[in-house]
């Protein structure tokens, strides 16, 4: 069973950095992508950052520029690096996966996902 687990979660300042980790089961077959989500209180889920099987990365409008996301294929982790934190950032962010080469920042396609880990930012 594939299990994916948030880490790295925490309060900070506006213009303030954090690394999020993302800890998940190796693959036993087939291509994956991955992509890390945010839900704030009241609102959607939505996608803030991809990378896909080929290494590609995409980002949604508001965090390009600021936020990063890498993958430790050796160690199987998954990271987002957020700097320059607005308050507006300040979400329950989760980490997914899905049985696809390319992944999009549609919810409904990701076969996995963690329990997310909470982010405060202050202004």
């Known amino acids: 069973q594939v299990q994916l687990v948030e880490s790295g979660g925490g309060s900070v300042q506006a213009g303030g950095s954090l690394k999020l980790s993302c800890t998940f089961s190796p693959s036993t077959s087939g291509d994956y992508c991955m992509a890390w989500f945010r839900q704030a209180p009241g609102k959607e889920r939505e996608g803030v950052a991809i990378i896909n099987t080929d290494g590609s990365t995409s980002y949604r409008d508001s965090v390009k520029g600021r936020f990063s996301i890498s993958q430790d294929n050796a160690e199987n982790i998954l990271y987002l690096e957020m700097n320059r934190m607005e308050p507006q950032d300040t979400a329950t962010y989760y980490c997914?996966?899905?049985?696809?080469?390319?992944?999009?920042?549609?919810?409904?396609?990701?076969?996995?996902w963690g329990r997310g880990t909470q982010v405060t930012v202050s202004s």
């Open positions: 997914a996966r899905a049985r696809k080469f390319y992944c999009t920042m549609r919810a409904n396609i990701y076969n996995y």
